[in-house]
Nanobody, 116 residues
Framework: QVQLVESGGGLVQPGGSLRLSCAAS????????IGWFRQAPGKEREGVAC????????FYADSVKGRFTISRDNAKNTVYLQMNSLNPEDTAVYYC?????????WGQGTQVTVSS
């Protein structure tokens, strides 16, 4: 099975940018649909963006559309989430999830804090 590890989180000022990485080991990500999710304190986990394994189609939540970009580099077995124009409402733990053949695999999450 695949193991996913997120990185790239941290503290950033409003209007700033971060790039999150979701690195895979154990299996190639080529055949996995990958999604980024986030969970803020006291809130349910929500989907942010996803990219499929076939045509690399992408989908974004309305709250991040135009600001976040998901991409994948199969050669590096990594999926990225470029986050621009961050605001305090983006503060959350961000998780990546890989889906293959009806099975879901989650990473441990990385904290993103947007604050001045």
């Amino acid at each position: 099975q695949v193991q996913l590890v997120e990185s790239g989180g941290g503290l950033v000022q409003p209007g700033g940018s971060l790039r999150l990485s979701c690195a895979a080991s154990g299996r190639t990500l080529d055949y996995y649909h990958i999604g980024w999710f986030r969970q803020a304190p006291g809130k349910e986990r929500e989907g942010v963006a996803c990219i499929d394994s076939i045509a690399y189609g992408t989908f974004y939540a309305d709250s991040v559309k135009g600001r976040f970009t998901i991409s994948r580099d199969n050669a590096k077995n990594t999926v990225y989430l470029q986050m621009n124009s961050l605001n305090p409402e983006d503060t959350a733990v961000y998780y990546c999830k890989g889906t293959y053949s009806r099975f879901d695999y989650w990473g441990q999450g990385t904290q993103v804090t947007v604050s001045s």
